[in-house]
């Protein structure tokens, strides 16, 4: 069954460096790939979407990469600010069925001043 | 717009208790889902409606009903409330069609629900 996998729980950096995450799948070849944040007690937010011919895109301070060899998808925020401080989650289209999507279990990022 | 508003935020329900999680979105969207999430788990499918009158399991459907009788409203109903199924539950709603560019789905606030 597919499955997808975000690197780690939990993420600290200090303000102003770039955070990476990380968000790996397997079996399965999504057509693209979304990014959300969720702040405590609120539901995810969509952030960027990334499609399976692009390999960055960017948005703001924001930019992912999708590669479709490694089955990986690399979240950067860059010049990180404690506001950035927040579960951030990926997702694929969940098959063939459109509107269903399949989360990972989300890294929480905490950006210290 | 109000966007996808659920309610209650907070219920707290007794073994074998059923209720209704309700869910309404006012942006003329055609599919509609539950999540449910749990920690360490993620979100975690359990139901989603492509239109009114059209609904299908998810990942985790056991214990849950639904039903789209209109576009704007997707209620959850638990029929006897066991204490697995104490989560926080997330509704969400999309544009409908095929096409990438409508994918991005829109999120409730969610109702932490607890069954003793």
């Known amino acids: 069954s597919q499955k997808i996998e975000q690197n780690s729980e939990a993420l600290n950096i200090q303000e102003g460096k770039t955070a990476t995450l990380t968000c790996n799948y397997t079996n399965y070849s999504p057509a693209y790939l979304q990014w959300y944040r969720q702040d405590p007690g609120r539901g995810p937010v969509f952030l960027l979407l990334?499609?399976?011919?692009?390999k960055e895109k960017r948005k703001e301070r924001l930019k992912v990469t999708f590669d479709t060899t490694l089955k990986q998808s690399l979240f950067h925020i860059t010049a990180s600010q404690p506001a950035d401080s927040a579960t951030y989650l990926c997702a694929l289209p969940g098959g063939t069925s459109y509107g269903k999507l399949t989360f990972g279990q989300g890294t929480i990022l905490t950006v210290h001043p | 717009n109000a966007g996808v508003t659920q309610t209650p935020k907070f219920q707290v329900l007794k073994t074998g208790q059923s209720m209704t999680l309700q869910c309404a979105q006012d942006m003329n969207h055609e599919y509609m889902s539950w999540y449910r999430q749990d920690p360490g788990m993620g979100l975690r499918l359990i139901h989603y409606s492509v239109g009114a009158g059209i609904t299908d399991q998810g990942e985790v459907p056991n214990g849950y009903n639904v039903s789209r009788s209109t576009t704007e409203d997707f209620p959850l109903r638990l029929l006897s409330a066991a204490p697995s199924q104490t989560s926080v539950y997330f509704c969400?709603?999309?544009?409908?069609?095929?096409?990438?560019?409508?994918?991005?789905?829109?999120f409730g606030p969610g109702t932490r629900l607890t069954v003793l």
């Open positions: 990334i499609r399976e011919n692009e």
């Open positions: 969400a709603s999309r544009v409908g069609g095929a096409s990438t560019s409508t994918d991005t789905q829109y």
